[in-house]
């Protein structure tokens, strides 16, 4: 899988949107950029993926730029519980049931 | 419905000692990994599961890990002559059958303490 680089931290203010980027340079056309969080004391959860396009769900955007080798993940109005690390990983299309390769993800703080 | 659950949440062993975590996956899904995190580090994958055969041991730190899984359900990871770097969080995960699209749903893990 290819290789990812996020900053270690950020701050954002409540209400305000949370940009995290992403960069994955080396990236590859059947690889999809994939985003997890993992608040304090829990579990990694679930964000959201894509490919090429952009992707909004109910927590969060994505966007990818066309050449694929940067993303930003969006959260409109950030809020204290988005307050987590965030990781970004690029997968192999069809990759089944492999693991996930974590990094060492963005500390965001969101601040009241 | 229920999510992934892990038992026990805490466990504090002597070093030497041998210990066992169990994860439930969610119903229905055939694949499961542990992952571990130990402090302020990120995570760290072991083993996964897809059905009850195990294609990917190569993340086991050493031999004295060990998994299994059984009815294509529960899993066991036996950690046997704890040594205090074994201190970390236990994560497991699950997931569903269908591509390599399918997110991992994870557990709230086990934290171990080695004394």
């Known amino acids: 899988d290819a290789k990812t680089t996020q900053p270690p931290s950020m701050d954002c203010a409540e209400g305000r949107a949370a940009n995290l980027p992403c960069n994955h340079s080396?990236?590859?056309?059947?690889?999809?950029v994939y985003w997890y969080r993992q608040i304090h004391s829990q579990g990694p959860q679930y964000i959201i993926h894509?490919?090429?396009n952009n992707e909004t769900n109910e927590m969060a955007s994505l966007i990818i730029t066309e050449d694929r080798k940067s993303s930003t993940l969006i959260l409109p109005h950030a809020t204290l519980r988005d307050t987590a690390v965030y990781y970004c990983?690029?997968?192999?299309?069809?990759?089944?049931?492999?693991?996930?390769?974590f990094g060492k993800g963005t500390r965001l703080s969101v601040i009241a | 419905g229920a999510g992934v659950s892990q038992s026990p949440s805490n466990k504090v062993t002597e070093k030497g000692k041998d210990v066992e975590l169990r994860c439930d996956p969610i119903?229905?899904?055939?694949?499961l990994y542990w992952y571990r995190q130990s402090l302020g580090q990120g995570l760290e994958f072991l083993i996964y599961?897809?059905?009850?055969?195990?294609?990917?041991k190569s993340g086991l730190p050493s031999d004295r890990f060990s998994a299994e899984r059984t009815g294509g359900s529960v899993s066991t990871l036996t950690i046997q002559r704890t040594q205090q770097e074994d201190s970390a969080v236990y994560l497991c995960?699950?997931?569903?059958?269908?591509?390599?699209?399918?997110?991992?749903?994870f557990g709230p893990g086990t934290r171990l303490t080695v004394t």
């Open positions: 995960a699950s997931s569903s059958r269908w591509g390599g699209l399918a997110e991992q749903y």
């Open positions: 119903s229905g899904h055939t694949a």
């Open positions: 990983i690029v997968r192999v299309v069809n990759s089944g049931n492999t693991p996930l390769v």
């Open positions: 080396t990236i590859s056309g059947n690889e999809y």
């Open positions: 599961f897809q059905g009850n055969s195990a294609p990917d």
């Open positions: 894509g490919l090429k």
